[in-house]
């Protein structure tokens, strides 16, 4: 193959443009280079929610899952919620070997659990698809089901968790009678207990252990009850940071069946390790010295394909084929891959559909920066100098032709719900977009800059009342796709466009042939250049 260009790929995590003008970290904060870029440079808007990354509709949110699949595999597939809708609605979770498994297990008077967000918020979970499963056991047979809440404030409205657990309590008591038993047996905040990810705090794990599964903590009489009383405790508090909650001091115990029903995989996958893989190597102290009760668990999909986690699962995750990284790797082409721990999975599992590891040891090279383990809005900066650092090294030696990486901070920072904190992370991400783009020139690189979602845009919402409420989640607006090339080789086709036409448009900056299923490139050359 003839010297080719190389190609920088910058992802600022949740970085999109509003449409309400509330709560808009990105227009308030600072950003002349990204103002500049914007103004002289092709660019266009693209799609980063609902059917254009596989989910069911338009009125779904985007999250950085499906958007980076989208973004490294140029192909849209079902994803999370809507391969558990088509499960569900065509009966075939409830046919399947897991389930029934489960099921069965639980016609001795064992106790089927189910742990996971509560929320519809169609990110990590939906409260429907706990619903659906609660009829059914009942129909299939189970006396008693115990749920363990995580609550959310962070996909949904910040306090919100009480309308949730309302609707729990009414599907309960409709299913409760002389033949079934169900009721809510623990709890907590999503960013307190159990859902860790990226191995950044186990100890949120080993809360949501004590709390799930031994039934260890403070108790209350019922859910509603531990939600007022903590928030009454921790004046300004969100769902999200709610403190550990038990209601019923049993847990979880031999014999029991176990599903965790979140659907995404990066926050499942610590709890699904404690219960499946105490005895790997790495994994924290808590893990193999606390009790571990001999249950059958499952999760609503498998979250790891490369480490079979876990062994059992109610949902096939899509088969993903054919990515860039593969295109990339057949064309000898050498690719860098770089963030902070916090989305360093992004640009490596999720960017190469849901596989762990390496399609070429030789061609790829992969560079996590740890996070620092403080809320991000006391650092909204996060790690976007030392990636930065990283980026324009790898850049200096000459020795990749595709580099790519993601910068979090409107993402993490956003969903801290602190406007004045995001805003200043979003100017940290502007800072090292002009250090880059300093080192492109100097280096020869074309420079994309794009986002997997929208979040720090859209800070604020109006409530029922009209009043404005924090906003944690993310938006469904669009997401910037800027070329930066001092040669000014390419323009942008007109069109509409969705995150996997990012792919087809690097491949197209190779020559490179695409997969006839992958969408098509956004590019052509400026005549001009």
Known sequence: MDKIKPVLLVVMDGIGFSSTGIGDAVTLANTPVLDKLLAECPNTRLKAHGEAVGLPGDDDMGNSEVGHNALGCGQVYSQGAKLVNEAIESGKLFKGETWNELINNCKNNNTLHFIGLLSDGNVHS???????????????????????????????????????????????????????????????????????????????????????????????????????????????????????????????????????????????????????????????????????????????????????LPERFLVNPPEIHNTLSELLVKNSIKQYAVSETQKYGHVTYFWNGNKSGKFSDELETYKEIPSDKVSF???????????????????????????????PNGDMVGHTGNLDATITGVEAVDLSLARLMKVCDACGVTLIITADHGNADEMLEKDKKGNLAVRTAHSLNKVPFIIYDKEKEYKIIDGNYGLANVAPTIAKMFGLETPASWEKAMIKKNENA
């Open 126 to 308: 939906n409260i429907a698809h706990l619903f659906s499963m609660l009829k059914e056991a009942k129909n299939n047979g189970v006396k008693q089901a115990r749920v363990h809440i995580l609550l959310d404030g962070r996909d949904v409205p910040a306090t919100s968790a009480l309308e949730y657990v309302e609707k729990l309590e009414n599907v309960l008591s409709e299913l409760n009678d002389g033949n079934f038993n169900g009721r809510i047996a623990s709890g907590g905040g999503r960013m307190k207990v159990t859902m860790d990810r990226y191995q950044a705090d186990w100890s949120m794990v080993e809360r949501g252990w004590k709390t799930h599964v031994l039934g260890e903590g403070r108790k209350f009489a019922s859910a509603k009850e531990a939600i007022e009383a903590l928030r009454g405790e921790n004046a300004g508090i969100i769902d999200q940071d709610l403190p550990p909650f038990v209601i019923d001091e049993t847990g979880i115990t031999d014999g029991d069946s176990v599903i965790l029903f979140n659907f995404r995989g990066d926050r499942a996958i610590e709890i699904s390790m404690a219960f499946e893989q105490r005895a790997a190597a790495g994994m924290p102290d808590f893990v193999r010295d606390l009790p571990n009760p001999d249950v059958i668990y499952a999760g609503m999909l498998q979250y790891d394909g490369d480490l079979k």
């Open 377 to 407: 809005d006391e650092r909204p900066w996060m790690k976007s100098a030392d990636i930065t650092d990283d980026l324009i090294e790898a850049l200096k030696s000459g020795k990749y032709d595709f580099l790519r990486c993601n910068f």
